[in-house]
C-alpha cells in the first residue's frame, strides 16, 4: 500500500498520522550531588511536541516545590543542530502537585526490635508512633489514586517474635496501596510485644534485590514502576555483635552498586549520636563519637543509640533522602518527603525545527534565588523523533474532509464515466454499420 493510499484511507476513517509516543528510558535516574540539583528523569515525544519529567532537589535530595514557568529555562536545538532557547510562553508547565505521579513499588521496612517499646521525645511508644505514621502515609497515597503498590515488612530477629526477611516473605506482603490488608497488616503490629535484636543489612539487602530482579515490560509507551525501599529503624545492626560490621556493610553496598534503579530512603526514629552524648554526660569530642564508644560511656544505653552514620551512608549510597524524626509527628513528616520523591515537574513545548528522525539535545535551568537555586543546569539530555501513528479525529473534523473528498471524487468520476458512455456508444454505432 503506497502512501497515497494510506493517507486516503486514513482519511476516510478519520484517522491522521501523528508522532508516535515514544518514552526515552535509557537514562531513568537522577544522579544527584550537591552541585547538580537539576535532573531531566524522563523525555517522551510524540510527533513534534516533547514532554520532559524534571527533578529539582534541594542539598539533602528533596524535592522542591512551587516553581513556575518563570523560573524555567529551556535550551534545545533546531533541526540543524543550532541551539534554540525557548520563550516561557513556549512552555507548557505541570507543577509537581499536578503531574501525574509514575507507577510504584516500595518496600516499607520497619523495625520491630525490643527497642520499639521506649519512648520517643514526645512520650510516645516508638512502635506507636510509627504504625501510625506509615498509615497516614498509606491513606495519603491510596486517597490520591496513586498506582503505588507497598510490601510492608517488619524485620527483627531472635525472640519469639521474630521477622524473617526473604524474597518470598516481600513478595506476599505487597498490596495496592488502598487495599485494606495493608491497614490490617499494620493493626497486627500494633499488637506485637517486640523483643527482637535488629538486623538491618540483611533484610534490606533482600529488599534491594527483590525489587532489581523485577522484570520490567519492554513497552516504551509506558513508564516503568519507581522502584524504593524505606527503611525505618530506632537502632543499629548489631549481627554478629558487631564483629564484622564494617565486611557486612561492604557487602550491602555491593549490592546497592548491582540494583542502581532501587533507591533507599532511610529514618532513624530517635535521639541523634550527640544528642544521646549530651544526655548522659559522655564526655566524647565529635571526632571519638561512635557506637562503640558510646557504649564505654554506659553500658546500659543500647536501646537508645541509632547507627546515624550508617543510615545516612545507605541513602547517600543509592540518592536517597535521610532523615532523623524524634517523633511521631515527624515520622508522619519524613514519610511525605519520600512521597514527594514520585513527583516531578512536567514541562511540554513544540520542538523547534522539529523533523522525522531528527536527533535533538535539551538542557533544563532553574534560577530561584529565593530557593536558593541560581542558574542550576541539568546535563543535557538527547532524544529522538521518530516513527508514525495514527488518532481518530472527532466527527465535526472528520465530516468537512470527507465532504472535500467526495467532492473531489465526484468531479474525477463524472468526466470519466461521460467518456466511458462515449467510447461505448461509438463502438456500438461502428458495429450496426
Not at 526490635?113 to 497515597?141: P, Y
Not at 566524647?284 to 551512608?313: G, Q
Not at 467532492?407 to 470519466?416: H, R
Amino acid at each position: 500500500m503506497n502512501k497515497l493510499k494510506i493517507i486516503a484511507l486514513s482519511t476516510l476513517l478519520g484517522i491522521i498520522p501523528l508522532g508516535c509516543s515514544k518514552i526515552e528510558l535509557d537514562n531513568n535516574r537522577c544522579e544527584n550531588t550537591s552541585d547538580n540539583q537539576i535532573c531531566i528523569y524522563r523525555v517522551t515525544t510524540k510527533a513534534d511536541t516533547v514532554t520532559l519529567r524534571v527533578k529539582v532537589l534541594d542539598n539533602e535530595r528533596v524535592p522542591i516545590e512551587g516553581l513556575n514557568k518563570n523560573n524555567f529555562i529551556i535550551d534545545t536545538t533546531n533541526g540543524k543542530g543550532e541551539p534554540v532557547r525557548l520563550n516561557p510562553s513556549e512552555i507548557n508547565l505541570l507543577s509537581s502537585e499536578q503531574s501525574k505521579p509514575d507507577p510504584a513499588k516500595l518496600v516499607m521496612l520497619l523495625d520491630m526490635s525490643g527497642s520499639m517499646k521506649n519512648q520517643d521525645s514526645a512520650g510516645i511508644k516508638k512502635l506507636d508512633g510509627a504504625v501510625s505514621g506509615v498509615r497516614e502515609f498509606i491513606n495519603e497515597v491510596s486517597g490520591d489514586k496513586w498506582d503505588v503498590q507497598i510490601s510492608l515488612v517488619p524485620f527483627g530477629e531472635g525472640c519469639t517474635n521474630s521477622f524473617p526477611v526473604n524474597a518470598s516473605v516481600i513478595d506476599e506482603n505487597f498490596h495496592q496501596s488502598g487495599s485494606p490488608d495493608l491497614i490490617q497488616k499494620l493493626d497486627k503490629l500494633a499488637k506485637v510485644d517486640v523483643c527482637a535484636w535488629t538486623n538491618i543489612y540483611d533484610p534490606l539487602g533482600e529488599a534491594v534485590k527483590y525489587l532489581g530482579n523485577l522484570q520490567q515490560a519492554k513497552n516504551d509507551k509506558s513508564p516503568p514502576p519507581r522502584l524504593a525501599v524505606i527503611l525505618l529503624s530506632d537502632g543499629y545492626d548489631v549481627t554478629n555483635d558487631r564483629r564484622d560490621e564494617s565486611e557486612r556493610f561492604d557487602r550491602l553496598r555491593e549490592v546497592f552498586r548491582q540494583y542502581p534503579k532501587v533507591i533507599v530512603h532511610t529514618m532513624g526514629y530517635g535521639e541523634k549520636m550527640k544528642e544521646l552524648r549530651d544526655r548522659i554526660r559522655c564526655r566524647l569530642s565529635d571526632n571519638e563519637l561512635s557506637i562503640d564508644n558510646l557504649k564505654k560511656c554506659r553500658s546500659n544505653i543500647d536501646s537508645y543509640i541509632v547507627d546515624e552514620p550508617r543510615l545516612k551512608e545507605i541513602a547517600d549510597a543509592t540518592r536517597g533522602i535521610n532523615a532523623f524524626p524524634a517523633d511521631a509527628k515527624a515520622v508522619v513528616d519524613t514519610l511525605r518527603k519520600f512521597l514527594s520523591t514520585l513527583r516531578e515537574y512536567e514541562i511540554e513545548y513544540k520542538q523547534p525545527g522539529a523533523r522525522r528522525s531528527g536527533n535533538y539535545q535539551v538542557t533544563v535551568s532553574v534560577n530561584s534565588p529565593y530557593r536558593g537555586l541560581r542558574n542550576v543546569k541539568s546535563d543535557p539530555k538527547p532524544y529522538r523523533l521518530d516513527t508514525f501513528d495514527y488518532i481518530a479525529l472527532p466527527l465535526p473534523e472528520r465530516l468537512p474532509i470527507l465532504g472535500s473528498i467526495l467532492i473531489l471524487g465526484l468531479g474525477t468520476m463524472i468526466p470519466f464515466i461521460w467518456w466511458s458512455k462515449q467510447l461505448k456508444d461509438s463502438s456500438f454505432r461502428n458495429l450496426n454499420s
